[in-house]
């Protein structure tokens, strides 16, 4: 497996030349927002409930060459067929390394999930062969926490398995400001005393809050508008485990009802996360990133 670390800012000269040919088809053959897109099967996350089957149909999972066995320490989204969406600190981990990325989880206990009378495919499991991420990555800081994987295949989209929407420039109101509502999901810690994290995929709302807010709560990082700030309801929080994966936001898309598309990606949060007197957390902002996203997309 290949890791790279490539250069943010001499993208942004040019992204505004050629971001908007790029939306559909790279000169490479890749593609991102399909049709299938942002679309779900129903109408440790700390205070969250349980997803319902197919709610998330872009999440992985990704697992890590620990000792003796492969642990699953944080998320990600799938963006094409063959690159996942998730944070630097997540694939930035050596000596360990990821070595395994699954899609179409649910229930990790059972080898075939079902809801009522509906059964789910069985999950797809890809290694990644190519990892990149932003060269001005800075671990203490938690500055452009943002990587791609590149799987060893083509995914085979289906019901149960199918990518996020990115927020591109010309599709309008994908944005999440001040007070509006999110999703985040996964299999983290439910509480920060949790030791394993959930087996059932778990989901909460979050409430996009002021940068503030996260300036109060880490005052020791210098934040920028690559980053947003969510949360701070107690008992409501992304926690340990989640890392990696999206925040996501159900909106209006190409006239085809909603969809969800990944606004932000779970970055840092306090070590006691989601108690009684929880602050927010920090995401890395999509948006922010889409011209070195789309360059990077080989």
Same mark, same amino acid.
């Given at each position: 497996?290949?890791?790279?670390?490539?250069?943010?800012?001499?993208?942004?000269?040019?992204?505004?030349?050629?971001?908007?040919?790029?939306?559909?088809?790279?000169?490479?053959?890749?593609?991102?927002?399909?049709?299938?897109?942002?679309?779900?099967?129903?109408? &440790?996350?700390?205070?969250?409930?349980?997803?319902?089957?197919?709610?998330?149909?872009?999440?992985?999972?990704?697992?890590?060459?620990?000792?003796?066995?492969?642990?699953?320490?944080?998320?990600?989204?799938?963006?094409?067929?063959?690159?996942?969406?998730?944070?630097?600190?997540?694939?930035?981990?050596?000596?360990?390394?990821?070595?395994?990325?699954?899609?179409?989880?649910?229930?990790?206990?059972?080898?075939?999930?079902?809801?009522?009378?509906?059964?789910?495919?069985?999950?797809?499991?890809?290694?990644?062969?190519?990892?990149?991420?932003?060269?001005?990555?800075?671990?203490?800081?938690?500055?452009?926490?943002?990587?791609?994987?590149?799987?060893? &295949?083509?995914?085979?989209?289906? &019901?149960?398995?199918?990518?996020?929407?990115?927020?591109?420039?010309?599709?309008?109101?994908?944005?999440?400001?001040?007070?509006?509502?999110?999703?985040?999901?996964?299999?983290?810690?439910?509480?920060?005393?949790?030791?394993?994290?959930?087996?059932?995929?778990?989901?909460?709302?979050?409430?996009?809050?002021?940068?503030?807010?996260?300036?109060?709560?880490?005052?020791?990082?210098?934040?920028?508008?690559?980053?947003?700030?969510?949360?701070?309801?107690?008992?409501?929080?992304?926690?340990?485990?989640?890392?990696?994966?999206?925040?996501?936001?159900?909106?209006?898309?190409?006239?085809?009802?909603? &969809?969800?598309?990944?606004?932000?990606?779970?970055?840092?949060?306090?070590?006691?996360?989601?108690?009684?007197?929880?602050?927010?957390?920090?995401?890395?902002?999509?948006?922010?990133?889409?011209?070195?996203?789309?360059?990077?997309?080989?």
């Amino acid at each position: 497996m290949k890791i790279v670390s490539t250069s943010y800012y001499k993208l942004i000269i040019l992204a505004f030349s050629w971001i908007y040919i790029m939306e559909f088809t790279m000169s490479t053959h890749i593609t991102v927002n399909e049709d299938v897109c942002g679309s779900a099967d129903s109408n &440790r996350i700390v205070g969250g409930v349980r997803a319902s089957l197919g709610q998330y149909p872009w999440l992985a999972r990704l697992g890590y060459n620990r000792t003796y066995k492969i642990t699953f320490e944080c998320a990600g989204a799938l963006i094409t067929k063959r690159h996942i969406l998730t944070a630097s600190h997540c694939v930035d981990v050596a000596p360990v390394s990821v070595v395994q990325v699954i899609l179409g989880e649910h229930d990790a206990r059972s080898e075939t999930d079902c809801e009522m009378d509906m059964c789910a495919d069985p999950v797809q499991i890809f290694e990644p062969i190519l990892i990149t991420y932003p060269i001005e990555y800075n671990n203490p800081e938690y500055k452009h926490d943002i990587a791609l994987i590149k799987l060893n &295949r083509e995914v085979k989209y289906t &019901r149960w398995i199918h990518p996020i929407c990115l927020p591109l420039p010309n599709d309008t109101n994908i944005f999440g400001g001040i007070n509006n509502i999110t999703e985040v999901a996964g299999w983290g810690l439910m509480n920060s005393h949790d030791p394993e994290g959930a087996k059932v995929l778990q989901t909460v709302k979050l409430k996009i809050v002021s940068m503030d807010e996260c300036r109060e709560a880490f005052e020791s990082l210098e934040l920028g508008p690559e980053q947003m700030c969510a949360g701070g309801i107690p008992g409501k929080d992304s926690c340990s485990g989640d890392s990696g994966g999206p925040m996501q936001k159900g909106l209006a898309f190409r006239n085809k009802g909603p &969809r969800y598309f990944a606004i932000g990606i779970v970055s840092l949060g306090m070590k006691m996360c989601g108690g009684e007197f929880a602050t927010a957390a920090l995401y890395t902002n999509v948006s922010f990133y889409i011209p070195w996203i789309l360059n990077n997309l080989d």
